[in-house]
């Protein structure tokens, strides 16, 4: 069966621009969750979604990222106001959200932000 | 607040010879520990994780990793190295429960195997 799939899986945008980035979960997954991985890092919580609601967005920078999930399937992590320091590897992860569920992840969106 | 440590960032190991890499984790309560592999331009893979119980746990592709409450360590091991185990290892842990897949990454260690 397909796995997480994450479009694009390249995005170069100027700085100031707004940016999206899509996540299809696998399906019957009903937990999703962004991760960022900056260069040289490991990778960090951004958001999570149970369902269609965000169960935590504690690791969201600021306000100028922001995440829905509006059908309680594909999610998308949006950007506004893109800045230098947002270049990142985004990553997203599925599982079927009962503890012990192994998370899946997709092979991340590369933002770049010139 | 939760962290992890994995003081090795880059390894290198010949072919067939033993490896361990190092997993340090600061957390209040019994930990979830995970260990992740990630290949270049691929998603991160779960090789292995702990939540209670025996203390060694066995993965895939032929690693373990022994919890070592006293000393607030994870290790993995693996007896021989391959040449496609190169990759870059992430240590994790989180709490379960609710927030079972927020996790809190080490930086990696990248794994070289020579020939």
């Known amino acids: 069966g397909a796995g997480v799939s994450q479009t694009p899986s390249n995005k170069v945008t100027e700085k100031g621009k707004y940016v999206e980035l899509r996540c299809d979960p696998i399906?019957?997954?009903?937990?999703l969750y962004w991760y960022r991985q900056s260069l040289g890092q490991g990778p960090e919580f951004l958001i999570y979604?149970?369902?269609?609601?965000?169960?935590?967005d504690s690791g969201l920078p600021n306000d100028r990222f922001f995440a829905v999930r509006p059908e309680g399937s594909v999610s998308t992590l949006k950007i506004q106001r893109t800045e230098r320091g947002d270049s990142a590897v985004y990553l997203c992860?599925?599982?079927?959200?009962?503890?012990?569920?192994?998370?899946?992840f997709g092979n991340g969106t590369r933002l770049t932000v010139t | 607040a939760q962290s992890v440590t994995q003081p090795d960032i880059h390894i290198t190991v010949s072919e067939g010879a033993s490896l361990e890499l190092r997993c340090n984790y600061s957390?209040?309560?019994?930990?979830?520990l995970f260990w992740y592999v990630q290949s270049p331009g691929q998603g991160l893979q779960l090789l292995l994780k702990y939540f209670s119980g025996d203390t060694l746990v066995q993965g895939i592709k032929g690693f373990e990793a022994e919890f070592k409450r006293s000393q607030s360590s994870f290790n993995l091991r693996k007896p021989s190295v391959h040449w496609s185990d190169a990759a870059e290892y992430f240590c994790?842990?989180?709490?379960?429960?609710?927030?079972?897949?927020?996790?809190?990454f080490g930086q990696g260690t990248i794994l070289t195997v020579h020939p």
């Open positions: 994790a842990v989180g709490a379960g429960g609710t927030s079972y897949g927020k996790l809190t």
């Open positions: 399906s019957g997954h009903t937990a």
């Open positions: 992860a599925s599982s079927l959200g009962t503890e012990n569920s192994p998370l899946h």
């Open positions: 979604f149970q369902g269609t609601g965000a169960a935590d």
């Open positions: 957390y209040g309560a019994t930990p979830y």
